[in-house]
């Protein structure tokens, strides 16, 4: 009785099994993408790239000869170019055989070509409504010869390491929505989303056009609040002459487009507007674009760019000229552009904006000013005491004394020099900065040394001054000779302001966004530091054991560590830089700011009581 009412169950259960594999069969006929890879073996003529490809659905071909690689064929339902690009323009001529990558998208109507590490964008993603070309299929290819492709591969299949002139291929004609829904079907709703990840919408311009706005189409599981808005401004009918239409096309999550900054990353929207056949720019009302996307962090700089399509087609390059940005939340960006092209938000991944930035640089001004003006009364003081004192550590405190009085006059300038000269005046006054910074270390740890060796190490024979000099002017300059030549170091730094990011302070310091200047910034500052700020507290501990029983310690016990400690004091002012975690952030920010600005003021402040206490 029981197997009797399972029956139909499972007869229920066999069919639908034979829906699904029918339905999976049907939809694995096409291909959702393509890929073509070799290695073009040349000769050592000047080598180019040959374009020639039109609207159609015929096939392509995939050729080469001793100094040609040719692609040619019809496959694209928007894209058509023909021009010849010589790979020394693309910086990619060599002397050995080139590797080298075709991949086609037919959802996106995309053919990009990889050579090396480039990657070159021979048709850009379209939005697509009939249908696509697919289902590239071996067609005639020619035989062996001595320049050609070898080693190649179909998609990701080995199929030769034979050299042939060329690879034909022929293609068939498919249904755009049937292959949108097999897309979803084999990799998720977020291959192809409905509606599909390449949406264009047309505008028409009439005569009495007073502006317009278009809003992305609404994707399923994303709030309302999550889609693209774009404002038309009636400006833009004035200045298009032959056309009355403007498409704005939305793409999603295209990877191409996300994938082309290294130390920034785009959003996951890119709208792309345009007129055909004509070029927009300078308009007097800027076009308006709604961004809304995930929450960016206020730490991480946000930027409106564009594509200039004009001066680089093959690849992407974000610009943010004729661009402005405001930022309305951590979800929501607004653009404002006199121009038409492609426009994402770029998210710095390592400049982030400084709170208060105003403000600290009017205390680091104020700061190095009267640090300045303190230490060169110091130096004029302690050179008039030195010729009445044979006092050793006179020669130190000076050493001290004019490195911070050197520091807080490069650092005082900075700015005018990095908006004067630019990156060129930029790259010696990083280099300058950095060895004002490294002999303030080392005559900080000088200070420290000495008098951990009059205290300490009473009966060893005294350092000779010039010998303290020698450390403290002529060691630092040694890993700043060798950095300098290296290149792409020193330079030109902008920080970003929380409350104006299109508007950085600009300063000459070391690139620490590159891996060399951070690998540099962590050999030289980070290690030094560290070594000034555990030595400092080491040899700190072993002073204090031995005077502590002594009468002069009794007596002045105040007097005999301010110097030292001050010196201590010295290195993790400067490590203090690296404590910002919230919610103390920004009171650690500008703690830091001032004891830094201010060390020379406090120097003096410590040393010329002790000489006139008559401390020795």
Known sequence: MLATEL???????????????????????????????????????????????????????????????????????????????????????????????????????????????????????????????????????????????LNTEINHDFITDKTRMAYNFQAHSTNYTELCEQAKWESGPNKCAEPPYAHKSDVEMKEDFKGHSVTSPAIAGRPVKSNITVHLPAALKQAVKNVSNVACTFFKNISLLQEAHKTAKPINDVVEITVENEIIRNLPEPIRIDFYHEAVSK???????????????????????????????????????????????????????????????????????????????????????????????????????????????????????????GESVCTWVGAVLHYALLCSFAWMGIEVLHTFWLVYMVFTPRLKPYIWNLVGFALPAVPVV???PIGDIYGLIEVPPSEDPENPYKMCWMDINENKGWLAFCLTNMMTLALLVSSGLVMLFLVYRQIRTRDEWKQNRVAFLSIWGLSCLYGTTWGLAFLKFEPISTFILFITCILNSFQGQCFCCTVIPDYTSGLK
């Open 7 to 149: 029956q139909p169950m499972d007869n229920l259960k066999f069919a639908l099994f034979l829906i699904i594999l029918t339905t999976v069969s049907s939809n694995n006929d096409n291909d959702l993408d393509w890929n073509f890879c070799g290695t073009w073996h040349h000769g050592n003529n000047p080598l180019s790239l040959n374009l020639n490809i039109s609207t159609g659905c015929k096939g392509i071909s995939i050729s080469a000869s001793e100094s040609f690689l040719s692609i040619n064929g019809q496959i694209t339902a928007q894209c058509r170019r023909s021009e010849v690009i010589t790979f020394k323009h693309l910086g990619l001529e060599s002397g050995e055989d080139i590797k080298f990558c075709l991949d086609w998208e037919p959802l996106l109507d995309q053919l990009m070509l990889t050579v090396g590490e480039k990657k070159l964008i021979l048709c850009s993603p379209a939005s697509l409504q009939d249908s696509c070309c697919t289902d590239l299929s071996d067609g005639p290819n020619t035989q062996g010869a001595d320049y050609g492709i």
């Open 299 to 421: 730490r991480k700089t946000r930027a409106c760019v564009s594509w200039d399509t004009r001066k680089d087609s093959l690849q992407v390059n974000w610009s943010k000229d004729g661009c402005k940005t405001e930022q309305s939340g951590e979800n929501h960006t607004v653009c404002q552009c006199n121009h038409l092209t492609y426009f994402t938000v770029l998210v710095d991944l390592n400049r982030q904006p400084v709170p208060h930035l105003l403000e600290l640089t009017v205390i680091t001004y104020l700061g190095c000013a009267v640090s300045l003006i303190s230490c060169v009364a110091l130096i004029i003081y302690l050179c008039r005491k030195r010729r009445r004192s044979k006092e050793q550590s006179l020669p130190i405190h000076v050493g001290l004394a004019v490195s911070l009085a050197f520091l807080s006059l490069i650092f005082f300038f900075n700015g005018v020099l990095a908006n004067v000269g």
């Open 482 to 484: 060798i950095l300098a």
